[in-house]
């Protein structure tokens, strides 16, 4: 089992600005891809955005493209999800996973691995 451990989440208003982080094992992880997944109440859990793990390929969701940026830190193993112009569609609880697999994949089933997840909530 590795541990993935989001961050960062919380209240805000529309039109700010978050970070959300993922701490993870370097030391497991070599050639996976790492994704953001986000889950709203009634809703089915969907992707946000996804990398390979040297960036070779990522991917973002329309409804979050231009205004999200994922990325990973090498030095300190953390996946981020910077997020910025947030409206109350993103309230959402968003998870980090991880897949085994070189190829990204942009469903649930694609990932081996998943955060306990961090509440993301933005008011009007």
């Known amino acids: 089992q590795v541990p993935l451990v989001e961050s960062g989440g919380g209240l805000v208003q529309a039109g700010a600005s978050l970070r959300l982080s993922c701490g993870f094992s370097g030391r497991t992880f070599n050639t996976y891809t790492l994704a953001w997944f986000r889950q709203a109440p009634g809703k089915e859990r969907e992707i946000v955005a996804a990398?390979?793990?040297?960036?070779?390929?990522?991917y973002y969701a329309d409804s979050v493209k231009g205004r999200f940026t994922i990325s990973r830190n090498s030095a300190t193993d953390t996946l981020h999800l910077q997020m910025t112009s947030l409206n109350p569609e993103d309230t959402a609880v968003y998870y980090c996973?991880?897949?085994?697999?070189?190829?990204?994949?942009?469903?649930?089933?694609?990932?081996?691995?998943w955060g306990q997840g961090t509440q993301v909530t933005v008011s009007s």
């Open positions: 996973a991880a897949s085994r697999h070189a190829v990204l994949h942009t469903t649930p089933s694609g990932y081996d691995y």
């Open positions: 990398m390979t793990w040297f960036a070779a390929t990522t």
